[in-house]
């Protein structure tokens, strides 16, 4: 019997001691550990063992038998919790049709790289054994030891090129995303590189298609509209953002436009909104009530040209006025950056009517769309400032890292953004204390979560080796 080695990372390539390359049997064991199941195992009754997560990794799977045609059974075993034991089952009883989906198996397909009569010849060579949610590993031996052994490989070994990883789209939540950034600039670049990333594509009642993403929230936390930061070189430049204020500050009408948002905010069947905003606050400032809508029922339920700005409400905490903005629809390429300084001054307009420090500014996009006639644009913004990994402060705190050797536990203290004490944690690894911050919400900054993450993996490492750990700081091994 031919030695095969082994090529493709499906089947574990530690090699665990034991095998037997006399055997014709695999073992995948689905999502529980391969070494608890070997554990249980008699040497000789199978070749080799490995775990089956997803259904994409049928292909690595069939990739490494095809690499080494002597493997003739499949033993799928271990508990079922992604469909992909089903999906493998689907592939071998179905095969695959014209664009390679798996039949009935739904978003499950083979590399396109494996030719057609390939495919065939493993369905017709493999037997798949369904021990699927079984977890004793002594029962799968007995099935093991069953199993013919010795018989010759069923093709010559072959090797296809992997497949190119490409996505235009890829899989997202859709709803609810959210940036977070000090100024406009910051947060739009986030925004067009999320949508071009994850937006879905569908057409508009514009004739133009676009990628979108359903509310979409910003947050712009430190913009100050009287001296903005600004590119000149995508869509605008600052002059001409400046401009843009009017037609939210003012009821000015412009000449050619219906109507402004300024007109709907100042002039609202003859109430000035904004006015009644800072009165609102400044008769009580903790009111729920300093509210503006640019919507006209009558006029607008089904007008063509409404409002895409519908409404603004400001609400006051710690002395300082927070505004949120909401879009029923959002040009996220060509028309956000100028929307969002606009509310940015206005937003500065009733802090300093209402004698208050600027908050954060929030816009929620509900439509958050960039056109297709933007789409290359977009990605040359994306591509010239989108990669740039920025640090920021997460308003959730900081944490230092300790041991407590004695205890051999790691210590997280929780500490305000300004340095003070919160509270205190203790773990015994770094997958509890992962538990521990996830339960208690205390991280809201992706880059920060990362950072926590590397740093706690290093201090159990420390903490198992009894070397010394000094927070951001490269461990001595």
């Given amino acids: 019997m031919k030695k095969y080695e082994i090529k493709y990372p499906y089947f574990s390539q530690n090699l665990i001691e034991g095998f037997d390359w006399i055997s014709n049997t695999g073992v995948a064991t689905l999502w529980t550990e391969k070494e608890r199941m070997f554990a249980g195992f008699d040497r000789g009754t199978f070749a080799v063992i490995g775990q089956l997560y997803s259904k994409n990794g049928i292909n690595p799977l069939l990739r490494n038998i095809l690499a080494n045609p002597s493997i003739r059974y499949i033993v799928l075993c271990g508990k079922e919790l992604s469909g992909s034991g089903q999906n493998l089952i689907n592939f ?32 017709a060579n493999i037997e ?5 949610d079984e977890i004793d590993p002594k029962k799968v031996n007995k099935k093991l030891k069953a199993l013919k052994s010795g018989l010759p490989a069923f093709t010559e070994r072959i090797i296809f090129p992997e497949a190119q990883a490409k996505a235009d789209v890829f899989p997202s939540e859709i709803s609810g995303i959210n940036v977070r950034g000090n100024t406009v600039r910051e947060c739009w670049i986030k925004i067009v590189r999320l949508i071009r990333y994850y937006g879905f594509v569908k057409e508009s009642q514009h004739g133009d298609p676009q990628k979108e ?10 913009e100050d509209p009287d001296n903005i930061d ?12 400046l401009k843009y204020y009017p037609q939210v500050l003012t009821p000015d009408p412009i000449e050619g436009v219906h109507y402004t948002y300024g007109q709907r905010l100042r002039d609202h069947d003859g109430i000035d909104q904004i006015e009644s905003m800072i009165d609102q606050l400044k008769g009580a400032i903790y009111s729920r009530r300093a509210v503006a ?3 006209r029922v009558a006029e607008d339920h089904n007008n063509s040209n409404s409002p895409c700005l519908d409404l603004v409400q400001a609400l006051v905490q710690g002395k300082k006025l927070y505004l949120t903005a909401y879009f029923r629809s959002n040009d996220m390429y060509r028309a956000w950056p100028e929307n969002a300084f606009a ?10 009517g209402v004698e208050c420090e600027l908050g954060d500014l929030v816009i929620i996009s509900n439509s958050s ?19 740039e990994v920025k640090c920021s402060f997460d308003p959730r705190g900081n944490f230092i890292i300790l041991l407590d050797r004695d205890k051999k536990e790691i210590i997280v203290e929780h500490q305000s953004p300004a340095g003070l004490p919160l509270r205190q944690h203790r773990a015994k690894n770094a997958m509890e204390m992962f538990g521990i911050l996830y339960t208690h919400d205390s991280i809201s900054d992706t880059l920060h979560a ?13 903490l198992i080796k009894g070397i010394d750990y000094i927070q951001d700081r490269d461990l001595e091994i």
């Fill in 92 to 123: 071998f009883q179905n095969g695959v049709d014209e664009e390679y989906n798996i039949i009935g198996s739904k978003d499950a397909k083979v590399d396109k790289e494996i030719p057609l009569e390939y495919l065939e010849l493993v369905r």
């Fill in 230 to 241: 600004w590119f000149s070189e995508f869509t605008r430049t600052t002059e001409e953002l």
């Fill in 128 to 132: 798949v054994v369904d021990l699927r």
């Fill in 369 to 387: 769309h960039i056109y297709k006639q933007n789409w290359n644009d977009a990605d040359r913004l994306v591509e010239k400032y989108g990669r």
């Fill in 343 to 352: 509310l940015r001054k206005l937003q500065k307009m009733i802090a300093d």
């Fill in 293 to 295: 809508c640019t919507w």
């Fill in 450 to 462: 990362l950072d926590v993450g590397a740093e706690l993996q290093k201090a159990e490492i420390a």
């Fill in 213 to 222: 993403l359903v509310g979409f929230t910003t947050v712009i936390t430190g």
